[in-house]
């Protein structure tokens, strides 16, 4: 069984950082991409940032860029995700994903493995 958890959240104010670790266990993603995603109660989730199997390559959504960091430890099986310059619209359940394809993307439908979210809450 392939299992995604999260672990990291918590609350922290305004222009703080966290960071935000997902291992995966059942299968390896060593050579696929990963990625983190978010999402409020009553709006769709939203795509944070995706990185390559083999971590040349990274991808943000605008909202995050210069102030996240996605990351990746084939050893560990595992991604993360640095969150610096933390904002109060940064709130959110975050979730990692997996991809059993290759390239790199940012739809929720190219992913096949999801974990079920750490929340992130940020005061101001």
């Known amino acids: 069984q392939v299992r995604l958890v999260e672990s990291g959240g918590g609350l922290v104010q305004a222009g703080g950082s966290l960071r935000l670790s997902c291992v995966a266990s059942g299968r390896t993603f060593n050579n696929n991409p990963m990625a983190w995603f978010r999402q409020v109660p009553g709006k769709e989730r939203e795509f944070i940032a995706a990185?390559?199997?083999?971590?040349?390559?990274?991808n943000y959504a605008d909202s995050v860029k210069d102030r996240f960091i996605i990351s990746r430890d084939h050893a560990k099986n595992a991604v993360y995700l640095q969150m610096n310059s933390l904002k109060p619209e940064d709130t959110a359940v975050y979730h990692c994903?997996?991809?059993?394809?290759?390239?790199?993307?940012?739809?929720?439908?190219?992913?096949?493995?999801w974990g079920q979210g750490t929340q992130v809450t940020v005061s101001s």
């Open positions: 990185i390559t199997w083999g971590g040349a390559v990274t």
């Open positions: 994903a997996a991809s059993v394809s290759t390239g790199i993307y940012s739809q929720t439908y190219e992913y096949s493995y």
